[in-house]
Nanobody, 115 residues
């Protein structure tokens, strides 16, 4: 595997929920962190959340209390549970696997929050 694969994006109403998945098979035991970023049109990617290989987590202030990052027992899949979604959460969400050599970016999945 040369690229993580995201899934689960879509259109939801404000206040709704989505769960994004990131298939990370092939990076197990060689990574330092697995992260989620998001990108608004015309802007740089911004960091959303991180889970480390020791299970520490961190969140951007904009999503604290609403988003949760987690992973399966083998680290083959990382999840982003997104609750209480706001229109400001509309973006392309990217999964990133960070190793000693480089960051591996997924293709992104679109999340749209609109009434």
């Amino acid at each position: 595997q040369v690229q993580p694969v995201e899934s689960g994006g879509g259109l939801v109403h404000p206040g709704g929920s989505l769960r994004l998945s990131c298939a990370t098979s092939g990076y197990t035991r060689s990574f330092s962190t697995m992260d989620w970023y998001r990108q608004y049109p015309g802007k740089q990617r911004e960091w959303v959340t991180t889970i480390t290989n020791t299970d520490s987590t961190a969140y951007a202030d904009s999503v604290k209390g609403r988003f949760t990052i987690s992973r399966d027992d083998t680290w083959n899949t990382v999840f982003l549970q997104m609750n209480s979604l706001k229109p400001e959460d509309t973006a392309v969400y990217y999964c990133v696997v960070v190793t000693a050599l480089r960051r591996f970016w997924g293709q992104g999945t679109q999340v749209t929050v609109s009434s």
